[in-house]
């Protein structure tokens, strides 16, 4: 399996975060993943490319996401951005920066659950992005190491507070579930995550949870946001994701591995909900992978 450029951050132990401010034109580090969390802020960005995990998107003239520390592959590339200059602020933190006994207490349990949905890499919302602007716009350059120590605690408090953020990874993808779920939801997911490349049908699953077809329905979208059908067709996306990256098997040998029975349909759900054909997203990674 081809590896992807391991990043060392340049923190201590004893260190909090490392915080660094650029203004740059040009966006060329390679595609990477790091054991930190990552929290990244451009501004005058509109066309770069975000990459984080399967998720590929332009992005707008601002621009926040938290990338846990789960070796999740990520970078921000030049795409169609053409602005002389990029004011980007990258925050990296290691995950004991707050320990399991802090992130228990109610108090902390807003940011405990957005550190658990980075894993899929987090994309935060205008508003939550002007709420914290001041404060990032300040702390690359405060004096005192406590008060911005504080100050990157309410950063995470407020962003933590964003109900218009949205995780980009798919969970099939990034290889991790993150929601605190009822147990038919479980049962439910571990069973799609076994048998994907089956055929898979709302009857049978409603009979897996015993209950009626149509209330599986309405409680599968409930508990999760998604109807069932979307919910399958994402976690097979995300298996054929991870093969077209990880492998050379052909697109037809993983578009019936992966659950779909017709290779045209495959590549046109593909490119609907990842921007891309299975062809073109393979080579994207495939020009920004560095061997190490």
């Known amino acids: 399996m081809t590896k992807i450029l391991r990043e060392v951050p340049p923190l201590s132990n004893k260190d909090c975060f490392y915080i660094v401010e650029r203004h740059k034109s040009e966006f060329m580090y390679p595609l990477h993943s790091h054991e930190e969390f ?38 921000w590339e030049q795409g169609n951005c053409t602005a002389p200059d990029v004011r980007e602020i990258t925050i990296q933190f290691s995950s004991h920066l707050l320990d399991d006994a802090t992130l ?17 890499g987090l994309n935060f919302s205008m508003p939550a992005i002007m709420k914290v602007y001041s404060l990032l716009d300040t702390l690359a350059s405060a004096d005192g190491r ?37 147990r038919r939801v479980r049962k439910v997911k571990e069973y799609v995550a076994q048998h994907y490349a089956e055929e898979i049908r709302l009857d049978d699953m409603a009979a897996l949870v015993g209950m009626a077809p149509s209330a599986f329905s309405r409680f599968f979208k409930q508990r999760t946001t998604r109807n069932f059908i979307d919910y399958v067709i994402d976690i097979r996306l995300g298996n054929a994701a991870r ?33 891309y054909t299975p062809r073109d997203f393979r080579a994207l990674f495939t020009k920004n992978r560095v061997f190490v």
């Open 38 to 75: 990552e929290l990244n802020f451009i501004e005058n960005g509109k066309g770069v490319r975000r990459v984080v995990g399967d998720s590929i998107e332009e992005i707008g003239d601002y621009e926040l996401t938290l990338v846990a520390g789960s070796g999740l592959a990520h970078a």
């Open 243 to 275: 093969m077209l990256v990880d492998t050379t098997t052909g697109i037809a040998e993983i578009c019936y591995a992966c659950g779909f029975n017709n290779l045209s349909n495959f590549n046109r759900t593909f490119k609907s909900r990842r921007g």
């Open 104 to 120: 228990a207490r109610n108090q902390f349990s807003t940011i405990r659950k957005m550190m658990e949905k980075a894993s899929m």
């Open 146 to 182: 406590f008060d911005q120590y504080l100050a990157f605690l309410k950063i995470l408090y407020e962003l933590s507070l964003d109900t218009g953020a949205r995780t980009l990874a798919s969970s099939a993808f990034a290889q991790t579930e993150t929601d605190a779920e009822s």
